[in-house]
């Protein structure tokens, strides 16, 4: 059973820093792009940040020099490490895992977890 578990979400006030986490399990983690994508109140999912089993990162252009995406492969987790908050990043995060392989694709997603960012 594939489970990715998110944790480190919460308050912050603008200008402050949070560091999600997303452990897997169930999966050969290394094989995996693992991503971190957000959903705030009447809009869409957006991708935030992801990696590749190869450590390339990318991330979305509102994010760039505030968010590190990393892996830890032992450990079979990714983090997010977000620093100077704005209130526009306040949305719930969600952790994703994908692999594909002609024909094989396979995408896995975590429960989220409320990133809240007001003073």
């Known amino acids: 059973q594939v489970q990715l578990v998110e944790s480190g979400g919460g308050l912050v006030q603008p200008g402050g820093s949070l560091r999600l986490s997303c452990a897997a399990s169930g999966i050969t983690f290394t094989r995996y792009t693992m991503g971190w994508f957000r959903q705030a109140p009447g809009k869409q999912r957006g991708l935030v940040a992801s990696?590749?089993?190869?450590?390339?990162?990318f991330y979305t252009g509102s994010v760039k020099g505030r968010f590190t995406i990393s892996r830890d492969n032992a450990k079979n987790t990714v983090y997010l490490q977000m620093n100077y908050l704005k209130p526009e990043d306040t949305a719930v995060y969600y952790c994703?895992?994908?692999?594909?392989?002609?024909?094989?694709?396979?995408?896995?997603w975590g429960q989220g977890t409320q990133v809240t960012v007001s003073s």
């Open positions: 990696i590749t089993s190869g450590g390339s990162t």
């Open positions: 994703n895992a994908e692999y594909s392989t002609n024909p094989t694709a396979l995408n896995y």
